[in-house]
Every structure is written in structure tokens, then in C-alpha cells.
């Protein structure tokens, strides 16, 4: 692999691409902290470490044991690229060091955004770092103004709200989800990221409902020049009492769109198709998307790639296609409910599943990991956190090699514009 810099901003427009792309996105699998991660509050954090870490002590028992397995991930260069990232952490540097024959070019990549969220993470990637800030709801308690509350409810024929403060969303949904069920007020509540989430019940409040009312949501945000608000996110969940609701795969996020042409608008207009696997085109306001592919669950999505790997060969022959998957679990089950146990349970099945993958690629298609920010489950709070993220791209034909520190997560999105013969994007180098 030779790296190639670009910088510019050219448009796709009469390109002819070619070849087939697959990006999976880890969501909040992050290698360790970033330079920056003063900033944040988040110095010393790093996922993966800390996950082999309490493994590796003995932790991590519950339905699994011993030292974090991730054989598949091995070869492909995951331990490394963590070590590259951050080498205090003594379980790492031991799988790290451990006898393996790597098959895939590995790096760590910091981030440009200003922010450690899923948008500016994703946006990144697809080559249009966010250089501007969110808006943020800061407050605890009494996050959202009552100017605000009271447009969401007019818009929404609402009695009132519930929660209006920061929480995680299966433990505000235990708490408040009775008091919902009986009152009609839906649980409307935020966190660390710039988002509003309105959590409602499928059946005693209704999935449409539901949703109309986070579309009117988004409307009112957009219409306050105030502020910038990245996503409204509609959680819907079932269930009877507190100790057996759950939520639903019907989750919608509405995001602003991005502020400029992304990997996935240019690959449209060269004619080439973008496959969406999971929140990927709510993510991206629905642009740049041509197939969209919705699944609950980290097995759920992973078939749902390889339909979509599949789909892109029968359908589109020499097209040029890009199966673009976010794996949420990884996220929101365990990162941000601080499960360690969990995380390394789901990354182990993720890391089972993998050889079918490796097997469906042509010798032209390229695979890349990554993730868009860090949520280490052992550091304090909730919230996500600041780190780097891996980098692991495997194409048949190509030799392994350690691709370094990569200064973007935009070299993601670089590297996928050269592999499928498209002009270069205005940020990131490519390491094809």
C-alpha cells in the first residue's frame, strides 16, 4: 500500500467508478486517548485497553472467560494498531505481541471534529471533518428551556413532558416509563452529546405518533437560529411494567445534514451505489443513499451486510458500490451503560462472524473498520469519550503493512474515493 496525499476539491462529476467498498463502523470502539483528550475530561480512557485489561483480570466471567479472544480482529491488525495508539496497558501489549500472522494494514487515527459524537465522527470519515460546535443542553435538570418544552408540546398536542434533563435511555425509561404509559407525556431527555431523545411507548403512545412528533421536533430546532443541534432520536420501546421494558429496533434519528458533499454524494453522482446497513442514512439525513438495510442487533446487522455485499454484486455488476454498516450495539448496550462484560462478549461474537465476510470479498473489494469515537466502559459517567479510533483495511491483494498515525479519520474516506476510482475529497490522505 503507498500512501497518496490529497487536498482538493474536485467533483465527481462524469467519473466512472468501479469496485466494491465495505466500511464497517465499530460504533465507540476507541484505542485510547487522544492528544486532545484534556479537553474533554477523558485523559487515560481507551476502550479496547481497559476491555482486555479486566479480562484479562478475571472480570469479564459472566458467560465467557479468560484474556479478550478476538483472533479474527488479531490478524487483521486490531492489537497492533492499539498498541501503536497506547502502550501503558500491559494485557494489551501481551495480545499485541502474541504470535500472529497478520493479513491486514493496520494505523490509529485521531480526530479533526470538535466534538466526540456519532455525527461528527461519521462525517469525518466521509470526508467533511466538523469544524463548527454543536449546540449543547448543559443543565442536569431543566435542560431544555421552557420555550422549547412548550413548542414540543404544541406541536405535539401534549399534556406536558416527562424527565427534561440529562439520563441514559434504558434507565429513564425504567424510572419514568409507568408514570408515561398513564399520563401521555412523552420522556424527552439529552445527554453529553448535542441530541434530543424522546423515548414513547410503540403501542399506548404509537410508533407514528412517535416519530411525527421527533420530525416536528426537528423542525422546531432548525427554525431557532440559536441553535445547532445535531440529532433528535425517537426511542421507542415496549413492554408493560419497569422491569420489562426494552427498546425497540424502530429508532429513527433525524440529523442535520452534513455541510458539504460527502464520499456517499460523490459516489452517487458517478453513478455508483451506497448501501446503508443500520442508522447509517439517519446519521447522513438520508443523502448519499441509494439501498437502506435496517436490522436490531449486532447479529441482525451483520447479516444484513452480507445481503447488502451480496446485493451490490447481483445488482450492480462493474458499479461501483459501498456497503457502509454501523454496528450501535457496541455502543449503546455497552459502552454507554458501562457493561464491560458485555462489550467483550459482543465483540467476540463480531469477531466470530468475520471469516464469512472475508470469504464473500472479490479480490478487488476492500474492507475497512473503524469506529467514530471512543465510550470506555470503565471510565466515569456515561458519556463517550475521546480517543483514537482503529483503522484495519484488508483487500486480498494487497500486503500487510503498519499504516502508522493517521492524522484524520478522513483517510477512511480518502482511501474508499481512490479504491472505487473517485476524485479525491477536499481532507484526508489516502493510504491505497
Known sequence: MLETSNHSTATPSGAKSKGRAVLLVLDSFGVGASADAQNFGDVGANTLGHIAEQCANGQCEDGRSGALKLPNLAKLGLFKAGQKSDSSITALNQLANAETTIIGSYAYAKELSTGKDTSSGHWEMAGVPVFFDWSYFEAKNDSFSEALVDAICKAGDLPGILANCHASGTEIIARLGEEHMASGKPIVYTSADSVVQIAAHEESFGLERLLELCEATRKILDADENLNVGRVIARPFVGNRADDFTRT??????????????????????????????????????????????????????????????????????????????????????????DVNGYAKALEEFDAMLPALLNALNEDDLLIISADHGCDPTWPGSDHTREHVPVLAYKKDLSPINLGKRESFADIGQSIASHLGLPPLEYGKSFI
Not at 445534514?257 to 451506497?274: F, H, Q, R, Y
Not at 443513499?289 to 450492480?316: C, P, V, W
Open 249 to 338: 429496533g424502530n429508532r429513527r434519528d433525524y440529523s442535520v445534514p452534513p455541510p458539504s458533499a460527502t464520499l456517499l454524494d460523490n459516489l452517487l453522482a458517478a453513478g455508483g451505489e451506497v448501501y446503508s446497513v443500520g442508522k447509517i442514512a439517519d446519521i447522513f439525513a438520508q443523502q448519499g443513499i441509494s439501498h437502506r438495510y435496517k436490522a436490531n442487533g449486532i447479529d441482525a446487522l451483520f447479516q444484513q451486510t452480507m445481503a447488502a455485499l451480496s446485493d451490490a454484486a447481483a445488482e450492480n455488476g462493474s458499479k461501483a458500490a459501498l456497503i457502509f454498516t454501523n454496528f450501535v450495539d457496541f455502543d449503546s448496550s455497552f459502552g454507554h451503560r458501562r
